[in-house]
Nanobody
Framework: VQLQASGGGLVQPGGSLRLSCAAS????????MGWHRQIPGRQRESVAR???????YYGEFVKGRFTISRDDAKNTVYLQMNNLKSEDTAVYYC??????????????WGQGTLVTVSS
């Protein structure tokens, strides 16, 4: 199973970006999907998570600015980020808890996509 993240880039404060992360491989089902981020010099922190039933969870710093969604037909998770702030600058990593076709369940991470918020 491999995860491929995309959508990062440079955006001005107050702007928006949409991150995507698609899984490929021998996938039977995916439970949790989500995003973490790592700001230079700080520990990785949870940004958002969405479970298979559709319930969503966000880090406190999100404060209504981000929306996580998923497309199970495409094995893809999205993160719509609005009203971005300079402190959102980080490398964003997607993750998924995947049940493979042979029965085992493991966590997988994407390669990270850099989001830079700067004027």
């Amino acid at each position: 199973v491999q995860l491929q993240a995309s959508g990062g880039g440079l955006v001005q404060p107050g702007g928006s970006l949409r991150l995507s992360c698609a899984a490929s491989g021998s996938i039977a089902s995916i439970n949790d999907m989500g995003w973490h981020r790592q700001i230079p010099g700080r520990q990785r922190e949870s940004v958002a998570r969405i479970i298979s039933g559709g319930n969503t969870y966000y880090g406190e710093f999100v404060k209504g600015r981000f929306t996580i969604s998923r497309d199970d037909a495409k094995n893809t998770v999205y993160l719509q980020m609005n009203n971005l702030k300079s402190e959102d600058t980080a490398v964003y990593y997607c993750f998924m808890h995947v049940k493979a076709t042979w029965g085992s369940t493991n966590s997988y991470w994407g390669q990270g996509t850099l989001v830079t918020v700067s004027s």
